[in-house]
């Protein structure tokens, strides 16, 4: 079974930064996709940022140019770089990986990020 272990949340300023991580339990390159959603009080939870196996990479419009994904081959970890935060991206944020040709969906357990106004 895969597991999909975040780090790295807290609570920061407005207009600072944090560096979301999660570890993959396999090769991060045996995913399709792997991603960070979110899940604010009350709300829908919300793909935030997408890679694929390619690399290709799709974002969410409120954190195009705000938020980047990368995935480490070595470490076998996502990441997720965010910058210029608002107070509205305050939520848990969870790790997502797919596999078509194997489990399908797996997710981390969130981690939480807060960010004061």
């Known amino acids: 079974q895969v597991q999909l272990v975040e780090s790295g949340g807290g609570l920061v300023q407005a207009g600072g930064s944090l560096r979301l991580s999660c570890a993959a339990s396999?090769?991060?390159?045996?995913?399709?996709?792997l991603g960070w959603y979110r899940q604010a009080p009350g709300s829908k939870r919300e793909s935030v940022a997408i890679?694929?196996?390619?690399?290709?990479?799709r974002y969410e419009d409120s954190v195009q140019g705000r938020f980047t994904i990368s995935r480490d081959t070595a470490k076998n970890t996502v990441d997720l770089q965010m910058n210029s935060l608002r107070f509205e991206d305050t939520a848990v944020y969870y790790c997502?990986?797919?596999?078509?040709?194997?489990?399908?969906?797996?997710w981390g357990q969130g981690t939480q990020v807060t960010v004061s106004s």
């Open positions: 997502h990986g797919f596999r078509l040709w194997s489990e399908g969906d797996s």
């Open positions: 396999v090769n991060v390159l045996s995913f399709n996709t």
């Open positions: 890679i694929t196996n390619g690399g290709g990479t």
